[in-house]
């Protein structure tokens, strides 16, 4: 079930996906869903399998603890980056290994 009440068919599920968050890691099944864009949507689930959160909507943060330590995660602030074409990016990728894709028009 989704947050209007409705429901989206799943074409498919991965076991043990790793999902980078600054140090913190989190492994987790994902769920094949058509999204319109975005990459990844993490559920309630998540959240609720942490206990207390603390977070701050102005500084962009949340901190939490597993297993004894605190984690905090923030989110990205500043100026928008500039635009680059499709080839820029996979040129990009290749050579940095990682990086952010961020698809929302602003």
């Not at 409705?6 to 094949?32: D, R």
């Not at 605190?70 to 635009?83: A, D, H, Q, S």
């Amino acid at each position: 079930m989704i947050a209007n009440g409705g429901t989206i068919n799943c074409s498919g599920k991965c076991h043990n996906i790793k999902l980078l968050m600054g140090e913190y890691v989190l492994i987790s099944l994902m769920l094949s869903i058509p999204m319109g864009g975005d990459d990844v949507v993490l559920g309630v689930q998540w959240p609720q399998s942490l206990g207390t959160i603390a977070f701050n909507f102005q500084e962009l943060f949340m901190k939490f603890y597993v297993e004894g330590k605190e984690v905090e995660l923030r989110g990205i602030t500043g100026k928008p980056g500039k635009i680059i074409s499709s080839n820029s990016m996979t040129k990009l990728l290749r050579k940095e290994q990682r990086g952010v894709i961020d698809n929302h028009v602003r």
